[in-house]
């Protein structure tokens, strides 16, 4: 699972703050997998003090047990931040895509290019799940400040 923290400016412009994954291995039961997600993303929260969190929303996967999985994922991380009290704003994959770049389908690395430069990276963020997580950060920063909402302070 990837996370990404940032600060957003009233002018529209992002301070990139952190980001990375939390990984868990794939020997262990899943109770104990979704366990250390909760366990690390606690962590997270503690050491950053977000404001919200933006996580992808739940879309078809053509492969019913790696759906079943995500979705105990996305409940441990809505369960952690029910029990912090942080409110949880969910986006497609593709809004993600059309509010970085304008174009829905737009590949991976389009959005990663667009990652680094708004937030004045000299190099894209690896691994995936971290730029992922950055670009929901974004995506939520302007659609609430688009919607006179709270900006964003962090992410995961």
Known sequence: MGYGVLTADQAG??????????QTSKDLEPGKRLSIIRRDLDQLISEYVPDVLAIEALFF????????????????????????????????????????????RADKQLVQVMIAELLCLPNIIKPDDASDALALAVCHARSASCKGEKPLSSAS
């Open 13 to 22: 412009g992002f301070n990139y703050i952190g980001s990375g994954t939390i």
């Open 61 to 104: 996967f053509k492969n019913a047990k790696t759906v079943i999985s995500v979705a105990q994922a996305r409940g441990v991380i809505l369960e952690t931040a029910a029990c912090r009290e942080l409110p949880v704003f969910e986006y497609t994959p593709m809004q993600v895509k059309l509010n970085l770049t304008g174009f829905g």
